[in-house]
């Protein structure tokens, strides 16, 4: 099957993953005392590690329908053939369904000389039987421990054969995988058994589907069978698990992508322990921090995620995280960027206790934030505004209009009138947009009649006026934008605008 060149190995259909080891990718500089020579040969290495990975194949029921009764041929009445059909509808199912089996193909490798394997959960998924096949031949039948969908391995347990321990793989540290490095894959390609293919990490960080995407990218030769196999580094150390490749012909393109090994032991060790994957969760919902925003809050680079929400109750919450907050350091390192921070807070573990760094009202705070769970997000789906939803007496102000062309906008005071117009919550404050002038600052960052402005320059406002002055005080500082903290049905954000002369 093929998704527009991604396919993944065992079934030909692509995987959905989610990486756990939310590492930042730092560039590495390579320099020439630290490269190493191509090798002569990996067949010593290679009789080293054979042992350790293991074919599998899976087998389950899958639905046929057979001959209905519904089916049978319309005969006239009192035909010599009306019972003879009938009875061979009737033995040969009826309305029932009959089953057939299907097989799948698959890789896998040992992590514990106790029996427990590591592969890809679409190898798996779905299977009534899983046999685990060694490299000298023999079958073992398998149990499932964990599943994980999202990052798309599985945990296995198989009785080690006449109670001897089996050989197990050594993993490598995935963070410091250089572009360049020799890699070495094994697997069972086309259901063709133990096979080993070589190459080089092409790239690092690639992600395919999702936010919590962090592949390795290889070169070495992967296809359909590959799948949850493993793949080593010049020192036999399991640095990747192979899961996709990038094909369009359905066969090795040169582009492979694997699951770097530290996301594998943390998931693997969550399966084992907890049959789940249990993801950390903070409650706040944040945005890029752009150049603009940082000049805006004196940050003196664009780094971090800026704080746009926080749900009430929730553990940032309960740390003293606040709206306007820049979360600059989380768990001991540095937020690069928005698409490093998700990863490196579903990788906390759940429950314990880390430093966050953020940058509030111009100096940096530590702050300490107990890891919640990522399913209690959906029991507290809560506003950050409070809880406090009580419904005020109806306003019946007269509705003041104002235009502030520093920015574009055109403005008017929350009413009943525009709450009725735009589909404004009750408990909506702030200051609602009417009108946005073409190619304005405020059409540059896609602003639209029936946000409603709540905060400007970090200062919560309720009147047009209010805007103006604030704008007008931040021109005659020769700021370069303003920040306005918006609401869009409800989704927080934050945009800062260029102030025009």
């Known amino acids: 099957m093929n998704l527009k060149g991604f396919q993944g190995f065992s079934k030909g259909a692509m995987a959905a993953v989610a990486a756990l080891g939310l590492v930042l990718v730092q560039p590495m500089a390579a320099t020439p005392a630290d490269a190493r020579e191509a090798p002569q040969s990996f067949a010593d290495l290679v009789d080293v590690l054979m042992p350790t990975v293991v074919n599998i194949t899976t ?8 001959p209905r009764l519904r089916d049978m041929p319309q005969l006239p009445p009192g035909s010599p053939f009306e019972e003879l059909f009938k009875e061979f509808f009737d033995h040969r199912g009826g309305e029932e369904q009959q089953r057939r089996r299907g097989t799948s193909l698959g890789s896998g490798f040992i992590v514990d000389p106790a029996g427990y394997i590591v592969t890809n959960n679409h190898v798996i998924q779905g299977a009534e039987d899983i046999t685990v096949i060694l490299r000298d031949d023999t079958q073992l039948k398998a149990k499932l421990i964990g599943a994980d969908s999202r990052a798309d391995l599985a945990v296995l347990k198989v009785d080690p054969p006449a109670g001897k321990p089996l050989p197990a793989v ?3 540290n995935s963070d410091k995988v250089r572009v360049g490095d020799w890699v070495i894959a094994i697997g069972n390609p086309f259901g063709l058994g133990h096979s080993v293919t070589a190459g ?9 589907s999702d936010s919590l995407d962090d592949y390795l990218q290889t070169d070495a030769a992967i296809n359909k069978g590959n799948s949850g196999g493993p793949l080593f580094n010049a020192d036999g150390e399991v640095i990747g698990v192979n899961t996709a490749i990038y094909s369009p012909s359905g066969t090795n393109a040169g582009l492979a992508f694997s699951i770097p090994s530290n996301q594998v032991k943390q998931v693997t060790e969550q399966l084992r322990e907890f049959g789940r994957v249990r993801r950390g969760w903070i409650g706040v ?3 890029s921090v752009t150049d603009d925003i940082a000049d805006s809050f004196g940050l003196d680079r664009a780094r971090g ?15 003293g995280i606040k709206r306007n907050d820049i979360i600059l350091s989380f ?3 540095d937020v690069v960027d928005l698409r490093h921070f998700p990863r490196l807070v579903a990788n906390a573990r759940v429950g314990s206790t880390v430093d966050t760094v953020v940058w509030r009202q111009g100096k940096q705070q530590t702050l300490k934030l107990k890891i919640g769970e990522q399913d209690q997000a959906e029991k507290q789906n809560a506003s950050a505004q409070g809880s406090n939803s009580s419904k005020k007496p109806a306003e019946r102000d007269q509705v003041a209009t104002s235009t502030v062309e520093q920015l574009g906008l055109t403005l008017q005071k929350v009413s009943d009138q525009l709450r009725e117009k735009y589909g404004l919550s009750d408990n909506v404050k702030g200051v609602v947009v009417t009108r946005v002038t ?5 059409a540059e960052k896609q602003l639209q ?8 320059d970090q200062k919560a406002v309720t009147t047009p006026q209010e805007v103006s002055d604030l704008v007008a005080k931040l021109q005659a500082q020769k700021k370069r934008s303003v920040l306005l903290f918006v609401e869009r049905q409800g989704d927080p954000r934050f945009a800062a605008l260029r102030l025009t002369k």
């Open 305 to 319: 995620v800026l704080v746009a929400n926080v749900v009430a109750d929730g553990p940032a919450a309960k740390a």
């Open 449 to 456: 009649p029936g946000d409603v402005i709540v905060e400007v």
């Open 331 to 333: 768990g001991g390192q």
């Open 59 to 66: 087998t389950q029921n899958l639905p046929q329908q057979g």
């Open 170 to 172: 050594k993993f490598g």
């Open 285 to 287: 919902s944040y945005q």
């Open 200 to 208: 080089i990490i092409s790239a690092r960080g690639r992600a395919l």
């Open 438 to 442: 073409p190619d304005s600052p405020a």
